[in-house]
Structure formats: C-alpha cells, structure tokens
C-alpha cells in the first residue's frame, strides 16, 4: 500500500511570513494539528500546534492581554517552524511513511510531488495511518 492511497490531499498551508494568530486560527478552524509551510510553491518547513503554543506563551511571563495580541500578530510563522522537514511521495510505502514517524518520533509528515520541486500534494499521519490499520484490521475475513 502507498502513501498516495491513504493521505490527505485537501492539504491547507501557511506561508512563513504569516503571524502565528494565523497558524492557531487556521489550526482552531479546520481541526488541525500542523501545517506545511510553503512560500513561492514549495515547502519550506512545517509548523505545529505545539511550535505555535510554544512560540506565543511563556509561563514565566506575565503580560497585559494587549501585548499578547501584539506578540500573536507580530511573531511571524517563520520564527517557531521546523525547516526542511522530513517528507514522502505518494509512492512511498505507507510502511516506510510509519518508520519514518516512529523513528522521529513525530506526527505527521507533508507529502510532495517529488523531492525536486517540493511542491505539497498532501500530508500523511498517525490518524491516517491509524485509520489504515483499521481499516486492514476489520475487514472481513475472505471465505
């Protein structure tokens, strides 16, 4: 079975210089947990929801709500992404896909049209592949 076959193609992206009240709306939105990153079509990093918590809160310290606004649109998507992150073809095996997951230990990998252009076609991750396993798992039995 190949990545292509149980990704997600509806793939919504951030461009780097976005602030990070963007990534969160677009994250709180569509119920996502990361974001490629892609200026001028091509993946430049990826960005997740912990990236941006991280990024826009410090429990050490504390500050008015106005300049926690100020800090949210003025930190930009840039500051607090992962460059060149790790990523997959569609003709990848979802088995290799779930290596690479476990081996990084991360959640979800953006998947290209090939490794040249680095243009996003979809994302792969630990849902889909649960989803998959599911899917192989309960499917009956041939008689």
Known sequence: ???????????????PTSSIDAGIELMREHGFRR???????RLV???????????????????????NDFLLEAIKVRSCMTPQPITVT???SV???AAL????????LPVVDDEETDRVVGIVTVTDMLDCLIELLTEPAAH
């Open 1 to 15: 079975m190949l990545v292509g076959n149980i990704m997600t193609t509806a793939v919504i992206t951030i461009a």
């Open 35 to 41: 974001l490629p990153v892609v200026e001028e079509g």
């Open 45 to 67: 990093g990826i960005v997740t929801d912990r990236d941006l918590r991280q990024a826009s809160n410090s429990p050490l310290v504390l500050r008015e709500r106005w300049y």
């Open 90 to 92: 569609p003709t990848t």
């Open 95 to 97: 088995g290799a896909a």
């Open 101 to 108: 997951l476990r081996r990084h230990k991360i959640d979800g």
